[in-house]
């Protein structure tokens, strides 16, 4: 039986391909035309075409740098770019940061998301003038979520090694929880899930409000797919996150539909209990996309643990993978 999955990307879409001359380009900086006054929802205060260039324009103006990691088949990497050059709210709090797209299929931005452990897309960072690394995320929601993801890395705006340093001599659970997400961004699995115990440890209360359950799955899931980590530590964790009466209701979700999609690596039997566990404390609800993974578990819970089509195909009756084929 195989113990290893590849945790799943977007995949390329031909809606996403045609999307790109509509999409691109996603900003027209003051650097670019010239003027330096803006207004509220101006745009960055000035867009980079490289790193280097980046960090001059950020040193100029005493700026931080917003890098954005894309491909030109990820859908939300494009729905970022819309909202760069549509969202008011999004230009507004680009205003006074440096803006650098950096497309993966260049090789020159290829190079620097090897460098600097960038496997999945969108991802971003803050950096700052020196090009230090103050914060990363992954994915793009909308532009709310993306905003609040930016919010917090300014808040507190120090270099990764700053904060490791600053975390070493007085441990607190905000650099823990931000040291261990920085290092499940790069992939660097047992340091994160150290950093979000020491998390969980310093205050149960603000590690699970900062995410520390979600990201420790997360974090178990790319190890165990990876050959790092064994599929009983990771179904220890994966007990633990749904056995907590305040799990959010976006992560017991997420942990049903990467369930799923390990089935095809590892087979059905060893995923069956974490499936069942999941349906049992699968929320009657949840907030936006959420809501539709949410339903697509249910359907595929049917369909495959209960194997009962007709029940599936009565909660997704457009779905045309469960329709009957003629012969």
Same mark, same amino acid.
């Given at each position: 039986?195989a113990s290893r999955w590849r945790p799943s990307t977007d995949s390329p879409t031909?809606?996403?391909?045609?999307?790109?001359?509509?999409?691109?380009?996603?900003?027209?900086?003051?650097?670019?035309?010239?003027?330096?006054?803006?207004?509220?929802?101006?745009?960055?205060?000035?867009?980079?075409?490289?790193?280097?260039?980046?960090?001059?324009?950020?040193?100029?103006?005493?700026?931080?740098?917003?890098?954005?990691?894309?491909?030109?088949?990820?859908?939300?990497?494009?729905?970022?770019?819309?909202?760069?050059?549509?969202?008011?709210?999004?230009?507004?709090?680009?205003?006074?940061?440096?803006?650098?797209?950096?497309? &993966? =299929?260049?090789?020159?931005?290829?190079? #620097? !998301?090897?460098?600097?452990?960038?496997? $999945?897309?969108?991802?971003?960072? @803050? +950096?700052?003038?020196?090009?230090?690394?103050?914060?990363?995320?992954?994915?793009?929601?909308?532009?709310?979520?993306?905003?609040?993801?930016?919010?917090?890395?300014?808040?507190?705006?120090?270099?990764?090694?700053?904060?490791?340093?600053?975390?070493e001599e007085n441990p607190n659970v905000e650099d823990a929880l931000a040291l261990?997400?920085?290092?499940?961004?790069?992939?660097?699995?047992?340091?994160?899930?150290?950093?979000?115990?020491?998390?969980?440890?310093?205050?149960?209360?603000?590690?699970?409000?900062?995410?520390?359950?979600?990201?420790?799955?997360?974090?178990?899931?790319?190890?165990?797919?990876?050959?790092?980590?064994?599929?009983?530590?990771?179904?220890?964790?994966?007990?633990?996150?749904?056995?907590?009466?305040?799990?959010?209701?976006?992560?017991? &979700? =997420?942990?049903?539909?990467?369930?799923? #999609? !390990?089935?095809?690596?590892?087979?059905? $039997?060893?995923?069956?209990?974490? @499936? +069942?566990?999941?349906?049992?404390?699968?929320?009657?609800?949840?907030?936006?996309?959420?809501?539709?993974?949410?339903?697509?578990?249910?359907?595929?819970?049917?369909?495959?643990?209960?194997?009962?089509?007709?029940?599936?195909?009565?909660?997704?009756?457009?779905?045309?993978?469960?329709?009957?084929?003629?012969?």
């Amino acid at each position: 039986m195989a113990s290893r999955w590849r945790p799943s990307t977007d995949s390329p879409t031909l809606l996403a391909l045609i999307c790109i001359a509509t999409l691109l380009p996603a900003c027209t900086s003051r650097e670019e035309t010239g003027s330096q006054t803006g207004t509220t929802g101006s745009g960055p205060l000035a867009c980079a075409a490289a790193l280097a260039e980046a960090e001059s324009l950020a040193s100029r103006h005493d700026a931080f740098i917003v890098v954005d990691f894309w491909h030109p088949a990820c859908g939300p990497c494009l729905r970022f770019h819309q909202a760069v050059e549509k969202n008011a709210e999004v230009r507004a709090a680009l205003a006074s940061l440096v803006l650098l797209q950096l497309d &993966v =299929e260049s090789e020159e931005a290829a190079r #620097e !998301a090897s460098r600097c452990g960038v496997h $999945e897309f969108p991802t971003y960072q @803050l +950096r700052n003038a020196r090009g230090e690394l103050i914060d990363t995320w992954i994915g793009y929601h909308d532009p709310q979520w993306w905003l609040a993801r930016l919010g917090d890395a300014l808040a507190d705006p120090v270099s990764m090694e700053e904060r490791r340093g600053r975390f070493e001599e007085n441990p607190n659970v905000e650099d823990a929880l931000a040291l261990g997400k920085a290092a499940f961004t790069r992939q660097r699995c047992s340091e994160a899930i150290d950093y979000l115990r020491r998390a969980q440890h310093l205050d149960p209360d603000a590690a699970l409000a900062g995410d520390a359950p979600i990201f420790l799955f997360r974090a178990a899931y790319l190890g165990a797919g990876r050959g790092e980590m064994e599929l009983a530590s990771l179904g220890a964790i994966i007990e633990e996150l749904l056995c907590n009466p305040h799990a959010k209701p976006a992560s017991v &979700v =997420e942990v049903g539909t990467k369930l799923f #999609e !390990a089935i095809p690596y590892v087979g059905t $039997e060893p995923v069956l209990p974490y @499936l +069942r566990l999941t349906r049992s404390v699968l929320p009657n609800q949840c907030e936006g996309e959420w809501e539709q993974k949410r339903q697509r578990f249910l359907v595929d819970y049917a369909l495959i643990v209960e194997a009962d089509t007709a029940k599936a195909l009565a909660l997704n009756p457009v779905s045309s993978h469960l329709q009957p084929q003629r012969q």
